[in-house]
């Protein structure tokens, strides 16, 4: 199957620090990148869409100042988390989408922990 | 609103069959997905359901129902590693994933 990588897949800063992820699909063009965030025992929450070329969706809640979003090719999205607080620590999750089969779907990346100290 | 409603946990014993139900509401669809995602790891997509009907793959089987906004996905021969979470997702009109909490399957020997 299709492969999202993620870079990197674990990270720690200090508070107030940024800190810049990485979303690349492998073997397949995504003008659509998802982003998402996990907290612990809890649902993936779509933060925001990435296409290529645009600017981003943000969900509603989600800070897009906070939250630097760019789709810079058809097989990177970058998600940079400014100044970012121990609030933030999550697991932050990349998704793309396939439209190239038959039938499209979305493949994750592996993910990335962050830990904000 | 958009709701997807699953069990929060599920607990199956090695060997046998489970089945985890999925009822949705949202506006529009564009095709049911179920995802396995073991503990402090991303998703990993299992199946696609767009018609009505069953799909069989392997140990795994996913039955839609669009008329009931329900599906369900069965795995047969329970193995250990099959404790995990399973996620119903259902890609709406604007081809977004609306999420369910995911129901926790536990496996015992």
Sequence with gaps: GAVVSQHPSRVI?????????ECRSLDFQATTMFWYRQFPKQSLML????NEGSKATYEQGVEKDKFLINHASLTLSTLTVTSAHPEDSSFY??????????????YFGPGTRLLVL | GQNID??????????????INCTYQTSGFNGLFWYQQHAGEAPTFLSYNVLDGLEEKGRFSSFLSR?????????????????ASYLCAVMDSNYQLIWGAGTKLIIKP
């Design chain 1, 13 to 21: 800063c200090k508070s107030g620090t940024s800190v810049k992820i």
């Design chain 1, 47 to 50: 933060m925001a869409t990435s």
């Design chain 2, 67 to 83: 008329s009931k906004g329900y599906s369900y996905l069965l795995l047969k021969e329970l193995q250990m590693k099959d404790s």
């Design chain 1, 93 to 106: 999750i990349c998704s793309a989408r396939d439209i190239s089969g038959e039938q499209e779907t979305q």
């Design chain 2, 6 to 19: 699953q069990p929060t946990e599920m607990t199956a014993t090695e060997g046998a069959i489970v089945q």
